[in-house]
């Protein structure tokens, strides 16, 4: 590894969020920025190589799935101490389970400058493949983005029963091949019920994408027949039947009786 001291200034690294899958779901900043990166680290095993073919053609590329920590901050920093402008591109949004924040840490402690782009995070992908609002009025004005807990463990305030008893419109990641037990703890926290609506949206956006439809009762099920086990973002909550339910309640933003700084 080159040491700090020797680092050219001119050359830059940018974590990037590729977006949900599909090539044209990632920001316009992030397209541009892997157009002039000289290397791109992305993880093959979640981001789409044809995004990666589609914007970085020039860029010398490194599929970082199976690498450690230390593997892809030495190639990160030995770019960079040549002058090349470098992107770590992740799935969806760096910030949800992105597992950014060790390599920042590592960049931080050897004075090394870099800088973060958004990207579209998987649930909100699975929402406009619903046509779907989560958070309406009168129905749930909250979204909590949690997982179970697997072989990453989960703080125990923040423990699946817990989160539940809020009924708020409820994303999961990485859970899906845990569906059963999910279903289980959902109801253990009493505020959703076997007749409570589930959204698994497995690849959201991607030419392949599948939606499982159905309620707390049946969806572990449904899910099983499907042969869905990785890859998928699981949307719980009454905001899913807003429309199947004819619920009424609306928005305040676009009612005339309604006045705010823009409208009298």
């Known amino acids: 590894m080159v040491q700090s001291g ?37 993880a093959g095993s979640l981001v789409d190589r044809e995004l990666v073919r589609t914007y970085a053609v020039d860029a010398e590329l490194f599929d970082s799935a199976g690498m450690a920590l230390t593997e892809i901050i030495t190639i990160m920093l030995d770019a960079v101490a040549a002058g090349k402008q470098v992107v770590r591109l992740h799935t969806g949004d760096p910030s949800i389970y992105g597992a950014i924040q060790e390599q920042m ?70 859970s899906v091949g845990m569906i059963d037990t ?20 497995s690849r959201a956006s991607w030419p392949d994408e599948l939606v499982i439809e159905g309620t707390l009762a049946d969806i ?11 890859q998928a973002v699981i949307l719980v909550g009454e905001a899913l039947a807003a429309r199947t339910k004819g619920m009424k309640a609306r928005s305040l933003l676009y009612d005339e009786s309604f006045s705010h700084g823009c409208r009298a």
């Open 6 to 42: 020797s680092m050219n200034s001119q050359g830059t690294i940018t974590f990037v969020g590729a977006g949900p899958g599909a090539v044209d779901l990632i920001t316009v900043r992030g397209a541009t920025l892997l157009k002039e990166a000289d290397l791109v680290l992305y």
């Open 105 to 174: 840490t590592a960049l931080d402690r050897l004075g090394i400058e870099y800088r973060v782009v958004p990207g579209v995070t998987s649930a909100f992908a699975a929402a406009a493949t619903l046509r779907q609002e989560l958070t309406m009025p009168e129905v749930s004005q909250t979204v909590i983005i949690t997982r179970m807990e697997g072989r990453t463990p989960v703080p125990e305030r923040e423990a699946l029963r817990r989160l539940a008893a809020h009924g708020a419109t409820l994303a999961l990641y990485l």
């Open 182 to 201: 999910m279903v289980t703890e959902l109801l253990a926290g009493g505020g959703y019920h076997e007749t409570t609506p589930v959204a698994v949206v």
């Open 220 to 230: 572990a099920h449904k899910v099983r027949a499907a042969g869905i086990s990785k």
